[in-house]
């Protein structure tokens, strides 16, 4: 009966320590939360299923621009997060070729529906 106790003791304990990691990863690390604020441009991959959209976000008077790129699977309407980079007010956006879904944001060559990148991770 003691083992019993030790027991759910630990899984609770474990438990709870996965959620509040979780939580931190969510909130300070999870790019896929992020929404964008002001539109800045768009671009269409050369065969037309995916759309990538930059967004210029303010964090305030104490942060600086920040840029987020989204993609979207337009047959799919699958969308997500693929590109978060700080000290940044502006979206180059370049199609590598029209066979593939490589993309080159500022300069970073992304997988538009495998890769994202952070500037946090970098």
Do not use: H
């Amino acid at each position: 009966m003691k083992k019993c106790k030790k027991t759910k003791r630990i899984i609770v304990t474990i438990s709870f320590v996965l959620l509040i990691v979780y939580g931190i990863y969510w909130a300070f690390f999870d790019i896929q939360r992020i929404d964008g604020q002001e539109f800045l441009s768009e671009s269409t991959s050369p065969d037309g299923r995916y759309t990538v959209t930059a967004y210029l976000n303010n964090g305030g008077a104490t942060t600086d621009y920040a840029v987020l790129c989204t993609a979207t699977d337009n047959e799919t309407g699958r969308e997500r997060n693929i590109y978060w980079n700080y000290k940044c007010e502006k979206a180059e956006i370049e199609w590598v070729d029209e066979d593939t879904a490589i993309i080159v944001i500022n300069g970073v060559e992304l997988d538009v529906m495998k890769d994202k990148y952070d500037w946090r991770t970098q």
